[in-house]
């Protein structure tokens, strides 16, 4: 079992920033593909972002692109997502998701292995 580590959420205004991590303490970890997903209250967990090991691995959900980037430090095992220009519908528990080494995922959850408790993104009008 992988226990993926998660920090950076957190109460923001309407127009403003946050920076989500998530540690994931996996061998090999330049060979996981990693994303973001997120559910608001009494909505169906959706992709938000992902990125991989090679150039053009990384994308995100239209409801995000231009406004969030992801990004990875591979000597920290860790993969950022960094959230700007905020809107309230951006509200919900964000979770980190890790593949299985090698395996190249698609925006399903299903295809991925690993996921982390969930941390909670509020944004306020």
């Known amino acids: 079992q992988v226990h993926l580590v998660e920090s950076g959420g957190g109460l923001v205004q309407a127009g403003g920033s946050l920076r989500l991590s998530c540690e994931a303490p996996v061998r090999a970890f330049t060979r996981h593909f990693v994303a973001w997903f997120r559910q608001a209250p009494e909505k169906e967990r959706e992709f938000v972002s992902m990125i991989g090991w090679y150039i053009g691995s990384i994308n995100y959900a239209d409801s995000v692109k231009d406004r969030f980037a992801i990004s990875r430090d591979n000597a920290q095992n860790t993969v950022y997502l960094q959230m700007n220009s905020l809107r309230p519908e951006d509200t919900a528990v964000y979770y980190c998701?890790?593949?299985?080494?090698?395996?190249?995922?698609?925006?399903?959850?299903?295809?991925?292995?690993?996921w982390g408790q969930g941390i909670q993104v509020a944004v306020s009008s």
């Open positions: 998701a890790v593949a299985a080494a090698g395996r190249i995922p698609s925006r399903s959850s299903r295809t991925y292995d690993y």
